[in-house]
Nanobody
């Protein structure tokens, strides 16, 4: 399994970005997917996840109402739409995959993308 995250960049507070993560070397629809983030000096933390069917989408409390995770099982891509971005959302965002677990901890996922950097400015 290979994951490639993209879409990060510099955005002003209150702005929006959409992250994408393309999946290859496997059957996309057989995997649960997650987004995590890691700010400088901090541990990697859960942001959102989506089940194989897309019917289950847990979110971290700090992004509820602002971020939306979705998947396209034809394009083999998972998205993270981020609205009303705040300074504290600045981090490197990672996508991850696991065929069975839909977890909220990094240890729940076996496959990781390389990360895409999001910087929110005031």
């Amino acid at each position: 399994v290979q994951l490639q995250a993209s879409g990060g960049g510099l955005v002003q507070a209150g702005g929006s970005l959409r992250l994408s993560c393309t999946f290859s070397e496997g059957t996309f629809s057989n995997y649960n997917l997650g987004w995590f983030r890691q700010a400088p000096g901090k541990e990697r933390e859960f942001v959102a996840a989506i089940s194989r069917s897309g019917g289950n989408t847990p979110y971290a409390d700090f992004v509820k109402g602002r971020f939306t995770i979705s998947r396209d099982n034809v394009e083999n891509t998972v998205y993270l739409q981020m609205n009303n971005l705040q300074l504290e959302d600045t981090a490197v965002y990672y996508c991850a995959a696991h065929p069975l677990r839909l977890g909220v901890f990094p240890r729940d996922y076996d496959y990781w993308g390389q990360g895409t950097k999001v910087t929110v400015s005031s």
